[in-house]
C-alpha cells in the first residue's frame, strides 16, 4: 500500500457563525506529494551532511551571518552575536551582506571610518555624516513633512490577539482580533496632553465596545498619528467589515491617519538606531531616559499573551489586577511615545 504524504492544516477562508465549529470546513486536507518529491534528494544530502559535522571532533568555525536568523532566529543567537558599538558599519541602515563583507575584509569595523567615495544608500550616507560629525541628522524636508499634521492630535495605538481557533461570530483562524486602545490628544501646541483608553476585561466579543469608545474620543478633525500606521489601517479594514454600521467613521478615521514611521525614515537619523527605525529603537535615541526597558510587558506579541491569560478562569484577582496593569502601562508608554517624539521633531524643524 502507498502512502500519500498529506498536510492538514487550518482553512484561513473558514467563516465561524459564533455557535459550533464545522470541522469539514475549518480543516482542510491537502496532497503534498508533489513537494515532498521535489524534496527527497536535498534532504538525503542535508542528512548526510549533517552526519559528517557530528562525527567531527570539534564544532565547524562558522561565524554570524544571515544563517543565524533565516529561516528561524537561533535560540543562541545572543551567545554568538555579541552587542556592537554603535558606530559599527553592521548597524548601517539597510546594509547587504556583500557590502558589509566588503568593509570588514578591509579591517573597516567603524562607520567613521568608511571611506567617502565608498558607495552607500541616501539613509546610509546619513548614517556616516552621524558618525563623523557626532550628532543626529534632521534634514531638510521636516518642516514640510510636519506640516501636514492639523490640530487636535490624537496619538492612537492599539493591540489585537490572532487565535488559531476563532473565537467570536463572522472570524475567520488567526484574524487579528483588536482588544486595547491607548490614545494621548493634543488640542493645541499649547495644551497639555489628555489620555483615554479601553481594555477590555471579559471573555465577551471586545469589537463593538472597542470601535464604540474610540469613537467617542477621535472626534471629528485633526491628524491622527499611529506608527508603523499599516497595521492598525489593516486592522480597521477588517473592523469595517465585520461591523458594517460602523464603516463610515472607520474610513473617516483612516483618512486622517498620519504615520511618523516614513517621515523619521526621509529626514531623521541616529547612530543609536543601530540600522533599526522601529519605535523601540527610535525612541531612546531621541528621548533620553524613556524606553521599553524593565516593563512586564513590552513587545506587542506579548500583550495578546498578557490579555489572553488576563481572562483566564482560573487567573486569581491578583494576577489579572496585575496583568491588566502591565497591558495598559504598555499601550500608554506606544501613545505618550509618539507625542514626545513630535516635540522633538518639532524642535529640530523649527531650529531648520
Known amino acids: 500500500m502507498r502512502v500519500v504524504p498529506c498536510l492538514m492544516h487550518l482553512n484561513r477562508d473558514y467563516v465561524y457563525d459564533g455557535k459550533e465549529y464545522e470541522l469539514e470546513k475549518l480543516l482542510v486536507i491537502r496532497n503534498v506529494a508533489h ?3 521535489a524534496l527527497e534528494q536535498d534532504i538525503k544530502d542535508l542528512i548526510r551532511e549533517e552526519r559528517k559535522v557530528l562525527a567531527m571532533a570539534n564544532p565547524p568555525d562558522i561565524g554570524p551571518e544571515s544563517h543565524c536568523t533565516n529561516p528561524f532566529t537561533c535560540e543562541f543567537y545572543d551567545v554568538c552575536n555579541k552587542p556592537l558599538p554603535t558606530d559599527h558599519v553592521a548597524n548601517l541602515p539597510g546594509i547587504s551582506g556583500k557590502k558589509l563583507e566588503e568593509l570588514t575584509s578591509r579591517g573597516i569595523e567603524s562607520i567613521k571610518k568608511i571611506p567617502k567615495d565608498f558607495p552607500l544608500s541616501e539613509k546610509q550616507r546619513h548614517a556616516w555624516e552621524c558618525a563623523r ?13 510636519l506640516g501636514e499634521l492639523s490640530y487636535p492630535l490624537y496619538f492612537m495605538d492599539f493591540e489585537t490577539l490572532g487565535v488559531a481557533l476563532p473565537r467570536y461570530a463572522g472570524t475567520s483562524p488567526y484574524d487579528a482580533i483588536p482588544f486595547q486602545w491607548s490614545v494621548h490628544i493634543q488640542r493645541n501646541p499649547r495644551a497639555e496632553l489628555e489620555h483615554h483608553e479601553f481594555l477590555a476585561d471579559n471573555s465577551t466579543d471586545p469589537r463593538p465596545e472597542f470601535v464604540k469608545t474610540l469613537f467617542q474620543v477621535i472626534g471629528k478633525k485633526g491628524s491622527i498619528l499611529a506608527y ?41 537619523y541616529d547612530l543609536a538606531f543601530r540600522g533599526s527605525y522601529s519605535l523601540k529603537s527610535v525612541l531612546p535615541a531621541l528621548v533620553p531616559g524613556m524606553s521599553y526597558d524593565g516593563m512586564e510587558v ?21 494576577e489579572r489586577r496585575r496583568l491588566r496593569e502591565a497591558l495598559l502601562a504598555y499601550c500608554r508608554q506606544d501613545t505618550l511615545a509618539m507625542a514626545k517624539l513630535l516635540e522633538v521633531l518639532y524642535e529640530h524643524a523649527r531650529d531648520r
Open 35 to 37: 513537494e515532498t518529491a
Open 133 to 145: 560629525t557626532g550628532k543626529p541628522w534632521f534634514g531638510e524636508g521636516l518642516k514640510d513633512a
Open 298 to 318: 513590552s513587545e506587542g506579541n506579548d500583550a495578546g499573551l498578557a490579555w489572553g491569560k488576563m481572562l483566564n478562569a482560573e487567573a486569581g484577582i491578583e
Open 228 to 268: 508603523n500606521s499599516g497595521f492598525e489601517s489593516g486592522c480597521f479594514v477588517s473592523l469595517a467589515e465585520w461591523l458594517p454600521r460602523y464603516k463610515g467613521g472607520i474610513e473617516d478615521i483612516q483618512g486622517r491617519l498620519w504615520d511618523p514611521l516614513p517621515v523619521i525614515r526621509a529626514h531623521v
